[in-house]
């Protein structure tokens, strides 16, 4: 049965780091592109990071390039997103999603996790 696990969220003072994990089941990763995503409240979904499967190649979104660093590990089957620098609008609720490839659009993405909160306050 295909799944994608998230944890790793939590409460962290800005300027704090966190490291999300995406666990993943039922598949072998390196087949596919990993994207993590994130929804703030009153916010549309918006992407973060992807890591492709084929060649590892990595993309992230403007407002966290230098601070969050995508990464994967094929022996544990799983893909970390290490988040530092934290700000307070960092805060969201952080999904990771299957593709085959690493697409533009969340729409394109067919398989999700359930999400883990993060929030960022002093």
């Known amino acids: 049965q295909l799944q994608l696990v998230e944890s790793g969220g939590g409460l962290v003072q800005p300027g704090g780091s966190l490291r999300l994990s995406c666990a993943a089941s039922?598949?072998?990763?390196?087949?596919?592109?990993i994207g993590w995503f994130r929804q703030a409240p009153g916010k549309e979904r918006e992407g973060v990071s992807c890591?492709?499967?084929?060649?590892?190649?990595?993309a992230y979104a403007d407002s966290v390039k230098g601070r969050f660093t995508i990464s994967r590990d094929n022996a544990k089957n799983t893909v970390d997103l290490q988040m530092n620098n934290l700000k307070p609008e960092d805060t969201a609720v952080y999904y990771c999603?299957?593709?085959?490839?690493?697409?533009?659009?969340?729409?394109?993405?067919?398989?999700w996790g359930q999400g883990t909160q993060v929030t960022v306050s002093s």
């Open positions: 039922g598949f072998t990763l390196d087949y596919y592109a």
């Open positions: 999603a299957r593709g085959y490839v690493c697409y533009d659009s969340d729409r394109e993405y067919n398989d």
């Open positions: 890591i492709s499967g084929s060649d590892g190649r990595t």
